[in-house]
């Protein structure tokens, strides 16, 4: 007998229950009278997680999935336009590296431009930095910002950009929208899990003696995996031996102009600050690892590195990186933070919630007890979260800093094969193994490993096979073309303001 899921029920309302709630309204309610049903359970007593500011390009395919305005959505989170992050004393203190959005100049001659840069300086040869080849990078460096353009004759067609906003106003905006179209909300606590005989989950208890009945559960409860891990016992894998930092300290500041377009990263002893202007605040944060830093410290060093005035108390967070074995256990997915975490060091927390909701829509189970689905659903989402892992582990690893405890155990600490592979391909060869189905492209790998002031033994074969003059010629027109229409481009604020229709 096939178990169909008629009735979902979400646990949580953080950033992850109400993004869940939302595209499951669009999906599961297109035509009146659906057979469907989802309800949301939260507790007015835990605070969702709150942090979260910014995100990535792929944070678009929400909002055109969701037919949400753009104008109304930056308007109602205090958001402002992100074309990447800006690396402060990562490779050495004072070096300092962008990752722009989007591409590293065109494919020439089945090469991306980059490889033929790569190829020109291990010759020997003068190039620009490599973040002139980068028309995301040039926007936001000159504090500028234009939209990508679908026309493959401009140099915005090789842009890319996404937000950085109020997480909470944003979960406010999602429950809105979700609601309008008939989520219904519980507030309640859950204070137990209650599981049918074959071990699935038939309900959820609230303290006030309340039974939330459904076929299909969503796990959104936050780090603690209420139902993944307290009641279906799918254990976490902890990855805190490449990812060390375990702790973070946030404390918002005052806005002070200009709106800069991009994230700023910067190393720290034990870890990184982050800085992020929304339209009405910055946020601050430094995340940092607790087995070479104190609470304390951490608090001095990011009170420090602020450049305005606080704004609140600063709130010390704790976690542990690493991701769920299983996130898809019988008739329950876990999402967001129940699901697994990685620091935000390159923002991918609030994609990979959107990238599994998806992920689980194309394996919409006509029986909920498909084992084949779910197997498929849980070893491609490892995939993508491995992958991430390890490129955030490049940039501690990939670091020449050596100055305190914590850079000399990132820096000569094992890494995973599957990175090793990565790196030797590129260091022997020039090769960037990217799949098609990763997060993280070749330009994104080739800005780290070159902020990080790795160049390979020889390019890429394929660039051998180019005459230099011509990649010379490509390569200086393109990087004039992207300066020209960085330059041409109005600044950040005015764009916003355009958006926004202010004066
Ligand atoms: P939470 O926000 O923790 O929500 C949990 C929900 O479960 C709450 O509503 C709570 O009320 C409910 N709940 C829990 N227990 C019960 C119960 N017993 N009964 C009823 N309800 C219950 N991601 C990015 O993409 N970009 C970033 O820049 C970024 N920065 C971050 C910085 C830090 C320091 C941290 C820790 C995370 C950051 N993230 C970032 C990750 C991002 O914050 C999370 O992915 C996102 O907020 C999702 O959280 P969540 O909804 O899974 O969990």
Redesign the pocket.
Same mark, same amino acid.
């Given at each position: 007998m096939t178990r169909s899921a008629d009735h979902f029920v979400i646990? +949580?309302? !953080?950033? =992850?229950?109400?993004?869940a709630a939302a595209c499951l309204s669009r999906l599961l309610f297109r035509v009146p009278g659906s057979p469907k049903r989802v309800t949301l359970?939260?507790?007015?007593?835990?605070?969702?997680? +709150?942090? !979260?500011? =910014?995100?990535?390009p792929s944070i678009q395919d929400m909002l055109r999935y969701l037919n949400i305005d753009e104008a109304d959505f930056v308007s109602a989170t205090d958001a402002t336009y992100k074309l990447g992050i800006r690396f402060r004393d990562w490779r050495v203190a004072g070096s300092d590296f962008f990752h722009g959005f989007g591409e590293l100049g065109p494919t020439i001659e089945n090469l991306p431009l980059f490889q033929h840069w790569l190829s020109e300086k291990i010759a020997g040869r003068p190039v620009p930095p490599l973040e002139a080849l980068s028309m995301s990078a040039q926007l936001a460096l000159n504090n500028r910002f234009a939209k990508p353009k679908q026309d493959g004759n401009s140099p915005l067609f090789m842009a890319g950009y996404a937000y950085?906003f109020d997480?909470a106003k944003v979960?406010t905006y999602l429950r809105d929208y979700a609601e309008a179209k008939g989520v219904k909300r519980i507030e309640?606590?859950?204070?137990e899990v209650a599981l049918a005989v074959d071990g699935s989950v038939n309900s959820?208890r609230?303290t006030d003696g309340r039974d939330i009945t459904g076929d299909f559960f969503i796990d959104?409860?936050?780090?603690?995996g209420?139902i993944i891990e307290k009641a279906l016992g799918s254990p976490f894998e902890d990855w805190s031996h490449w990812l060390p930092c375990d702790r973070?300290v946030?404390l918002p500041s005052q806005s002070i102009a200009p709106l800069q377009p991009y994230?700023q990263v910067t190393a720290r002893d034990a870890g990184w600050t982050?800085r992020?202007p929304l339209q009405s605040r910055i946020?601050n944060?430094y995340?940092y690892a607790s087995r070479f830093c104190d609470a304390a410290q951490a608090e001095q060093t990011l009170r420090g590195a602020l450049e305005s005035q606080p704004l609140a108390e600063p709130r010390q967070?704790h976690?542990t990186p690493g991701r769920r074995r299983e996130a898809w256990v019988k008739n329950c997915l876990s999402?967001?933070?129940?699901?697994g975490?990685l620091?935000?060091l390159e923002?991918?927390?609030?994609?990979?919630?959107f990238a599994n909701l998806f992920r689980f829509f194309d394996h919409f189970p006509r029986d909920i007890d498909s084992a084949v689905l779910r197997q498929t659903y849980n070893d491609r989402s490892v995939r993508e979260i491995e992958e991430i892992r390890d490129f955030l582990i490049l940039h501690y690893w990939a670091s020449a800093r050596r100055d305190t405890p914590f850079w000399r155990y990132v820096t000569a600490m094992d890494i995973p094969d599957s990175l090793g592979a990565k790196l030797e391909a590129f260091r022997t060869q020039g090769k960037i193994l990217a799949d098609y189905y990763d997060l993280f492209k070749p330009a994104s790998w080739m800005a780290i490993y070159d902020g990080m002031g790795f160049t390979p033994k020889a390019p890429d074969p394929l660039a051998d096979l180019v005459p230099g003059d011509f990649s010379r010629r490509v390569l200086q027109n393109v990087t004039q073309g992207i300066r020209q229409a960085a330059l041409a481009a109005p600044p950040h604020e005015a764009s916003l303001a355009a958006l926004l229709r202010r004066p």
């Open positions: 646990l +949580g309302g !953080g950033t =992850a229950g109400w993004m359970v939260e507790s007015a007593e835990i605070a969702p997680i +709150g942090v !979260g500011e =910014a995100t990535i950085h997480a979960a309640g606590h859950v204070a959820l609230l959104c409860s936050g780090f603690k209420l973070a946030a994230t982050w992020i946020g944060g995340v967070i976690f999402l967001g933070l129940a699901s975490f620091e935000p923002s991918t927390s609030i994609h990979l919630i």
